[in-house]
């Protein structure tokens, strides 16, 4: 079974389908794949092919990975770099974190510092606060308690 992400505006997933391998072909093609959309839905919105099993780009089956992720509807598709991610996180009042970083291999968002590992439980964890890090790049982190 294929799966094709489609994509809308600024790059956005707004759907992901599956594709019977009957209708891609021998080999398997993209272009074929997209063909058979492209037809079947009367869209001619741009699809992507995704692989179900990759995450992190890493293929759960020891296969090739494909795209770094398997997307959900809401993930982007960044075709600089040929791969799916998530939107930039936000932070935990809801502001962007623009410090951030994604690495363009995994397709996986990074904080800028280390989350700590210490003092986690299951009432308490750390979130994000993009406005201490700006203030002091040394903080971001914040311990919560529920």
Request: hydrophobic share 30%.
């Amino acid at each position: 079974m294929a799966h094709f992400a489609q994509i809308g505006r600024n790059n956005k997933v707004i759907d992901v389908v599956r594709v019977d391998n009957s209708f891609m072909g021998t080999p398997e093609k993209e272009t074929t794949g997209q063909t058979y959309l492209k037809e079947s839905y009367g869209i001619t919105s741009e699809w992507v092919q995704c692989s179900f099993n990759t995450k992190a780009n890493v293929h759960s089956e020891s296969g090739t990975p494909l795209r770094a992720n398997y997307p959900n509807v809401g993930w982007i598709y960044d075709d600089a770099n040929d791969i799916f991610h998530r939107a930039r996180p936000k932070d935990k009042d809801g502001d962007s974190c623009d410090s951030w970083t994604l690495n363009t291999t995994t397709g996986i968002w990074s904080a800028p510092i280390t989350k700590p590992t210490s003092g986690v439980t299951e009432t308490s964890w750390y979130v994000w606060d993009e406005s201490a890090y700006k203030a002091d790049n040394a903080q971001g982190w914040l311990k919560s308690d529920a």
